[in-house]
């Protein structure tokens, strides 16, 4: 079944509004918010495995809403264009968790009360990346069948950069769930976006907390 509030913060805020220039983070705006926030660095596409060309930064500019207590997301490094052919089902889309800060926050379940698997939590901070575009495309861990409700616990964020070495087989897919579900067709050439995005409770907090970084990714043929 479909993932938590993670996941339906997650996908307001993608519908509202995340790779930019090598030599530094996106400027910030007026309505952006004080230092430890979400911020995404830039990037040029360099050749690595999958890519077909390299692209202007301003082709590959991120944008991000929300914020994480003490923490940010750093999509610098990840390519933004892809050849399918080249790629080989293996994409390469890794990113960055940067942990400023030790902070104790708690991390929802989703909605079959499924805590995030440990491969998506880095120094404290759990992330859930999601490809989505026309045409109904869409690939995310969103369906991981039913858990045994338990309330999270607030647990203290470790400072430290962390890698994040995530990698897409090209295909649709929604997730698992309980039945053991399997990737779908292949994405054709085309515009889709890649989001990755942070939600929770901060302890001592008035409001739960989200933050959703989102990067435009082609592929070609």
């Not at 360099?46 to 082709?59: E, I, L, P, W």
């Not at 997301?73 to 080989?88: N, Q, R, Y």
């Not at 309980?178 to 054709?188: E, L, S, V, W």
């Amino acid at each position: 079944m479909p993932r938590s509030t993670f996941i339906a913060v997650f996908t307001v805020a993608v519908s509202l509004a995340a790779c930019g220039n090598s030599t530094g983070a996106t400027p910030t705006s007026a309505d952006d918010a004080s230092a430890g926030d979400l911020q995404i660095a830039g990037t040029d596409a360099n050749d690595t495995a999958g890519d077909s060309t390299d692209v202007t930064a301003t082709a590959c500019a991120p944008t991000y809403t929300g914020t994480i207590p003490g923490a940010t997301l750093d999509l610098s490094k990840t390519p933004c264009v892809f050849s399918i052919s080249a790629a080989k089902g293996v994409f390469n889309l890794g990113y960055k968790v940067n942990v400023t800060t030790s902070a104790k926050i708690a991390i929802p379940g989703d909605l079959g009360g499924c805590p995030p698997q440990a491969s998506s939590v880095h120094g404290g901070v759990a992330t859930f990346e999601q490809i989505d575009g026309p045409n109904s495309q869409r690939w995310c861990i969103c369906d991981t069948g039913l858990c045994a409700p338990v309330k999270p616990p607030f647990t203290a964020t470790v400072p430290g950069s962390y890698d994040v070495p995530f990698t897409w087989d090209g295909n649709n897919w929604y997730g698992p769930s309980d039945t053991g579900n399997k990737p779908g067709p292949a994405f054709p050439p085309g515009a889709y976006t890649f989001s990755v995005s942070v939600s929770g409770d901060v302890e001592g907090g008035t409001a739960p907390f989200t933050a959703v970084a989102k990067l435009p990714i082609t592929l070609t043929p």
